[in-house]
């Protein structure tokens, strides 16, 4: 009975020994585990760093080509009412040009006449 006893006792503690043995082998995957999570996770917020410097380089560029359509579209209009000036001006001019042609061509009448 005490032999039994004795190697019940010895199988107990050899359990017990390879259960502290799987023990530190979980920890240690865990740990190792845990340092590729890190990792990986110090990686992305790498990348998401990068991305926000990249995010604000492209909304500078649109807040720059935003204003240079606001100063085309300035200049267009400022174009655009100097062309109508410009056609009002020509109109003018035509009118007049046809009005001396008139006047010359009285004249030359009176002359000839």
């Given amino acids: 009975a005490e032999a039994q006893l004795r190697k019940r006792a010895e199988d107990a503690e050899k359990k017990e020994g390879d259960l502290k043995d799987k023990v530190k082998q979980i920890v240690e995957a865990a740990k190792l585990r845990e340092q590729e999570v890190r990792g990986k996770m110090a990686d992305v917020q790498a990348q998401n760093a990068e991305l926000q410097a990249q995010n604000a380089e492209l909304l500078s560029q649109q807040a720059d080509l935003e204003a240079q359509a606001s100063a085309t579209n300035s200049r267009s209009t400022e174009l655009e009412d100097a062309n109508g ?3 009002a001006q020509l109109a003018n001019l ?3 040009t046809s009005s001396l042609h008139a006047t010359n061509t009285e004249l030359q009448a009176k002359l000839d006449g």
Wanted: hydrophobic content about 35%; charged content about 15%.
């Fill in 94 to 96: 035509q009118a007049q």
């Fill in 85 to 87: 000036e410009l056609s």
